[in-house]
């Protein structure tokens, strides 16, 4: 292709005035336009042109390095604009980006994030490690392929001087920070106490009342067997020493002490205890007390559960406190 100016046209006459002499002045030159003018030579076939472009298609997304973080690019799909999202790899995790990118765009019902092999990844999961491999970030259904460019590899040096900032940056965070976070934990639990004692105070009063029934009937019982124990004491006095002689007698107290051995031993083989009356009042207690709980529908199983989970608050609560006082302590 050649580029050549058009031929100069003949140069205009100039035509005189009048000047308050008589003078004739020639009148002032006008500019000619020029034009350019385009030629074309050869054979277009033999000289094909190629196109280039670098705008990003509108639904890519994009993942640059800017100062040092990563700058993750897309399109929002309700406003179809470009909005970019800066994340810090050590403190970002995928959950809160994804949570960044829902608050940003209301149209965003459902987001989430998978390996190139389809397999899910976890919310806790650092973006830092996100952005080693290649993803796919699915949005309402809609997958993308996000490529993630190769970091520069660092040096020795320049890596150990990197993992010592971190961890003093991490040390730090937990210094300023722990307190804060004490004392909201804290908070959490004590609001938790207060819930749980909240389910309790009504089964408490339903337990009590079956506990007192219980302790009734167990105490009826203890006296129904020593008045048992009087009766078979006072039969064999009267017995050996008004109607009969001890030489009668004998074998009948063998035989009734054999059958209570055979009992006790009956005993230890159902229950897989030893016959001891404060063993026997326990388990006598245990069984009417589940007895009375299902007339009176009371769960057992319910309240159980929330006394565990009270005495774990409980104690979490302490700990807690311990660990404040002892920082406290640190900072005077």
């Not at 403190?91 to 987001?111: I, M, P, R, Y």
Request: glycine share 4%; net charge positive; aromatic share 10%.
């Amino acid at each position: 292709m050649l580029l050549l100016r058009g031929a100069w046209t003949r140069r205009p006459r100039l035509l005189p005035t009048h000047g308050p002499r008589g003078r004739a002045h020639p009148r002032p030159r006008t500019p000619m336009p020029q034009v350019l003018c385009v030629k074309l030579c050869g054979n277009l076939k033999y000289y094909p042109s190629h196109l280039y472009s670098t705008v990003v298609p509108p639904d890519e997304i994009t993942v640059n390095y800017r100062h040092g973080l990563p700058l993750i690019t897309l399109t929002l799909p309700s406003r179809k604009e470009r909005c970019q999202f800066v994340v810090k790899p050590m403190s970002s995790t995928v959950g809160s980006f994804l949570q960044d990118l829902q608050n940003e765009d209301k149209g965003v019902k459902t987001a989430a994030i998978f390996t190139a092999d389809g397999s899910e990844i976890p919310a806790s999961t650092l973006m830092e490690i996100l952005l080693m491999n290649d993803f796919k970030l699915v949005i309402n259904k809609i997958t993308y392929d996000v490529q993630c460019p190769e970091k520069e590899e660092l040096s020795m040096e320049h890596a150990t001087e990197m993992d010592n900032v971190k961890s003093l940056v991490h040390r730090l965070f937990t210094a300023l920070h722990l307190e804060e976070f004490q004392k909201k934990r804290e908070h959490h639990l004590l609001e938790r106490i207060d819930h749980l004692k909240g389910q309790l105070q009504p089964l408490e009063q339903i337990k009590a009342g079956i506990e007192t029934r219980s302790e009734a009937k167990i105490s009826g019982l203890l006296w129904t067997g020593l008045a048992l124990l009087s009766v078979q004491g006072g039969a064999l006095a009267w017995l050996t020493w008004w109607v009969y002689s001890w030489d009668i007698m004998e074998p009948v107290t063998y035989f009734i002490t054999f059958t209570n051995s055979m009992v006790f031993f009956a005993y230890f083989i159902v229950t897989r205890q030893d016959y001891t009356y404060s063993a026997v009042k326990s388990r006598q207690f245990l069984h009417f007390f589940h007895k009375k709980s299902k007339k009176q529908h009371f769960d057992v199983v319910q309240y159980n559960k929330l006394k565990e989970d009270l005495a774990k608050a409980t104690e979490s609560l302490k700990q807690v406190r311990h660990s404040l006082c002892y920082a406290k302590r640190g900072t005077q």
